[in-house]
């Protein structure tokens, strides 16, 4: 089994929407269906193993209405064999009921984010009795959960998400830690690391993702400490100092390059299946 600690190859996770970026402001941003399809082929062509999604409506604004969210699972699913994960962190203005509704879309995987926690001017709510509904749903659902840590606390509150719960669906434990969010824990080497030596023995992996400024230092801080990494337009929009991306396969490209140079190649999405205990839900 691979350990927490070290890997051998480097799961690639892409974010490429989210729901926090005005279409108007970044047109580029996938947001349709169409241009979500386009990305994760390209994304999963050029090493991405997973895909973290977060849909919008025909207007491009964020929504977890039932028939989009839908519609975005399946039209991935058909088009590659990335793992299918649905946000079910929506946007800070959702009700957590309407959060629960995401596993309707039968994905491969959720976010489950372990606390409630500052979100630049605004508060990410997480509170206990949502995980642990959120958690029990995916259990019955065989959805596996990404465990979601934006701060310290998080990773305590995942160990006692564990001792209440039990394993996820699949028996894998693989968490994201989130960092340099306006509030929430920074995006610093020490802060990742101090995370990393916190998790419960029961995680089989982890990755990391810097919000903004600090996505390319904290890529290459979880490349040397054996964590997986994720990319895209949800956490980071430049590509370098002033030079916005005008696509998410830009940050999939360079962090499978990174990963090829530091000897732990980007997994294949059959790979990232089986570090995550993943369902198999393909028609195929
Ligand atoms: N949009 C943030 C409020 C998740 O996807 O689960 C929450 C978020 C986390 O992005
Ligand atoms: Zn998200």
């Known amino acids: 089994m691979m350990s927490a600690s070290s890997a051998a190859g480097t799961l690639i996770t892409v974010a490429p929407t989210g729901a926090e970026t005005a279409k108007a402001d970044v047109p580029q941003l996938p947001t349709t269906l169409d241009e979500l399809v386009e990305t994760a082929r390209r994304c999963e062509a050029a090493g991405a193993g997973l895909i973290h999604i977060h849909v919008r409506d025909r207007e491009h604004r964020p929504t977890l209405d039932a028939a989009y969210l839908r519609d975005a699972v399946v039209a991935v699913r058909e088009a590659t064999d990335l793992v299918v994960q649905l946000s079910t962190g929506g946007s800070v203005h959702d009700p957590l009921e309407k959060r629960l509704t995401v596993l309707d879309a039968d994905p491969d995987s959720c976010s489950l984010t372990c606390g409630t926690t500052n979100f630049g001017d605004d508060v990410f709510l997480n509170p206990w009795g949502f995980m642990v509904d959120l958690y029990r749903l995916a259990q019955?659902?065989?959805?596996?959960?990404?465990?979601?840590?934006?701060?310290?606390?998080?990773?305590?509150?995942?160990?006692?998400?564990?001792?209440?719960?039990?394993?996820?669906?699949?028996?894998?434990?693989?968490?994201?830690?989130?960092?340099?969010?306006?509030?929430?824990?920074?995006?610093?080497?020490?802060?990742?690391?101090?995370?990393?030596?916190?998790?419960?023995?029961?995680?089989?992996s982890w990755s990391a993702t810097g919000i903004g400024r600090a996505h390319l230092p904290i890529l290459g801080a979880a490349l040397a400490a054996g964590g997986h990494l994720r990319v895209g337009m949800e956490d980071n929009l430049f590509v370098a100092r002033g030079q916005v991306a005008q696509h998410n396969v830009e940050f999939v490209e360079r962090a499978a390059t990174l990963a090829g140079l530091m000897q732990r190649p980007a997994l294949s999405t059959t790979q990232a299946r089986e570090l995550l205990g993943i369902k198999d839900r393909r028609a195929r």
């Open 140 to 204: 019955e659902r065989e959805v596996v959960p990404e465990f979601e840590l934006f701060e310290l606390g998080h990773v305590h509150a995942l160990r006692r998400l564990i001792d209440t719960c039990g394993l996820p669906f699949g028996g894998k434990v693989h968490v994201d830690f989130v960092t340099g969010v306006p509030g929430a824990m920074p995006g610093t080497v020490e802060a990742l690391l101090a995370g990393v030596a916190m998790l419960p023995a029961e995680v089989t």
